[in-house]
């Protein structure tokens, strides 16, 4: 069992294989080497250009060093990984605002990161378009990392943190630390963070009975009275939409903030709901804790905010007809999108930076 456990580390771990080479020829330079992307044949066009930015083992490990380390915050007590953890879908379970530096809280929930390669923007209100920019923004928020991307470079290089130039080097090929190197070294783990292995997958991929009979008319339901804004398998149609919450609680008025267009005043980003059974609470604000709230406001508590989105108000009525029983079959069905593999898959856990390599 010990032999077998040293082979398939040597390996790179199990199944990321290095490739051999013959003897007889000249060793030419070390490649990267590249890991396969699990892309679920049901899963619409992939977004992120993978040609640009090539996932290799040792780019996804360099990004996934980064990701748990606070170096990338001021004072190194915030990592990505404090408010995106693994275990509840990589969301700060039970917070309804992100709690950032010094403890300062956010303006709003910290949203899961999960099948990334498909988001064509990130944030509730959709203030960035490509993923390599992502990482950007929290580190200079000031309630988030408060810090300045140069110096988080800076820090990288110094003499003190010995293991980066030469993680970079593996990377990349030198131990130059670049802005770009590090946005894509994030990137390589984040596209790599796939959710597609729910009990509603193995229904999809053939098994049947996978679903309970009651979860099939949920299912079935949710389609037709969620489906148009939750489309497809991931669960989203990506659009800006403002679903009527009462806007008493919060100033924070969404995509308006981003283009300063009056129709896109209090419209959030839709989000996926897979894994939905983790990532409470709910909201861009976080101001539901469960999902049963969540069914209840669109069903008898949809306010006419400006900005309404018509599907929620129809037939001179504001919100979604939905009986107490279907309710139930809903909520029964979105817990088949919990994807337990995900989110205990050691590949995406801190690996304690320094022991890992």
Same mark, same amino acid.
């Given at each position: 069992?010990?032999?077998?456990?040293?082979?398939?580390?040597?390996?790179?771990?199990?199944? !990321?294989?290095?490739?051999?080479?013959?003897?007889?020829?000249?060793?030419?330079?070390?490649?990267?080497?590249?890991?396969?992307?699990?892309?679920?044949?049901?899963?619409?066009?992939?977004?992120?250009?993978?040609?640009?930015?090539? %996932?290799?083992?040792?780019?996804?490990?360099?990004?996934? =060093?980064?990701? @748990?380390?606070?170096?990338?915050?001021?004072?190194? $007590?915030?990592?990505?990984?404090?408010?995106?953890? *693994?275990?509840?879908?990589? $969301?700060?379970?039970?917070?309804?605002?992100?709690?950032?530096?010094?403890?300062?809280?956010?303006?709003?929930?910290?949203?899961? #990161?999960?099948?990334?390669?498909?988001?064509?923007?990130?944030? !509730?209100?959709?203030?960035?378009?490509?993923?390599?920019?992502?990482?950007?923004?929290?580190?200079?928020?000031?309630?988030?990392?408060?810090?300045?991307?140069?110096?988080?470079? *800076?820090?990288?290089?110094?003499?003190?943190?010995?293991?980066?130039?030469?993680?970079?080097?593996?990377?990349?090929?030198?131990?130059?630390?670049?802005?770009?190197?590090?946005?894509?070294?994030?990137?390589?783990?984040?596209?790599?963070? +796939?959710?597609?292995?729910?009990?509603?997958?193995?229904?999809?991929?053939?098994?049947?009975?996978?679903? $309970?009979?009651?979860?099939?008319?949920?299912?079935?339901?949710?389609?037709?009275?969620?489906?148009?804004?939750?489309?497809?398998?991931?669960?989203?149609?990506?659009?800006?939409?403002?679903?009527?919450?009462?806007?008493?609680?919060? $100033?924070?008025?969404?995509?308006?903030?981003?283009?300063?267009?009056?129709?896109?005043?209090?419209?959030?980003?839709?989000?996926?709901?897979?894994? +939905?059974?983790?990532?409470?609470?709910?909201?861009?604000?976080?101001?539901?804790?469960?999902?049963? *709230? %969540?069914?209840?406001? @669109?069903?008898?508590?949809?306010? *006419?905010?400006?900005?309404?989105?018509?599907?929620?108000?129809?037939?001179?009525?504001?919100? #979604?007809?939905?009986? =107490?029983?279907?309710?139930?079959?809903?909520?029964?069905?979105?817990?088949?999108?919990?994807?337990?593999?995900?989110?205990?898959?050691?590949?995406?856990?801190?690996?304690?930076?320094?022991?890992?390599?």
């Amino acid at each position: 069992m010990k032999n077998t456990w040293l082979i398939l580390f040597s390996l790179g771990l199990f199944g !990321w294989a290095s490739c051999s080479r013959s003897t007889d020829a000249p060793t030419p330079e070390p490649q990267p080497e590249q890991l396969e992307m699990p892309i679920p044949t049901y899963f619409p066009k992939m977004v992120y250009n993978l040609s640009s930015n090539p %996932v290799t083992y040792d780019g996804f490990q360099l990004g996934r =060093s980064l990701f @748990y380390d606070g170096i990338l915050s001021r004072n190194g $007590t915030i990592a990505c990984g404090t408010c995106h953890q *693994q275990a509840v879908a990589f $969301t700060h379970h039970g917070h309804d605002l992100s709690h950032g530096i010094d403890d300062k809280i956010g303006m709003r929930n910290a949203p899961p #990161i999960q099948n990334m390669a498909w988001e064509k923007t990130f944030f !509730w209100d959709g203030g960035v378009h490509d993923l390599d920019l992502f990482p950007i923004a929290p580190i200079e928020n000031p309630v988030e990392m408060d810090e300045k991307l140069p110096n988080v470079l *800076q820090k990288l290089r110094d003499s003190k943190n010995p293991d980066y130039p030469q993680l970079f080097k593996k990377a990349f090929g030198t131990t130059e630390i670049t802005t770009e190197r590090f946005t894509k070294a994030l990137s390589q783990f984040m596209v790599f963070l +796939v959710s597609n292995n729910s009990r509603y997958d193995l229904y999809l991929r053939g098994t049947t009975n996978a679903l $309970t009979a009651t979860e099939k008319e949920g299912l079935a339901i949710f389609r037709q009275k969620c489906g148009t804004c939750h489309e497809g398998e991931l669960f989203t149609d990506q659009s800006f939409r403002n679903n009527g919450l009462s806007i008493a609680r919060s $100033t924070d008025e969404g995509r308006f903030r981003i283009t300063q267009n009056p129709e896109d005043r209090y419209k959030f980003k839709v989000p996926s709901l897979r894994n +939905v059974g983790y990532t409470s609470p709910y909201m861009h604000d976080g101001r539901f804790a469960t999902l049963e *709230q %969540v069914l209840d406001h @669109y069903a008898q508590n949809v306010k *006419q905010t400006p900005n309404l989105d018509p599907l929620l108000q129809q037939n001179n009525q504001l919100g #979604i007809s939905l009986t =107490s029983e279907e309710k139930q079959k809903i909520i029964a069905f979105l817990r088949t999108l919990s994807d337990e593999q995900f989110v205990k898959d050691y590949r995406f856990a801190d690996p304690g930076f320094g022991k890992a390599f």
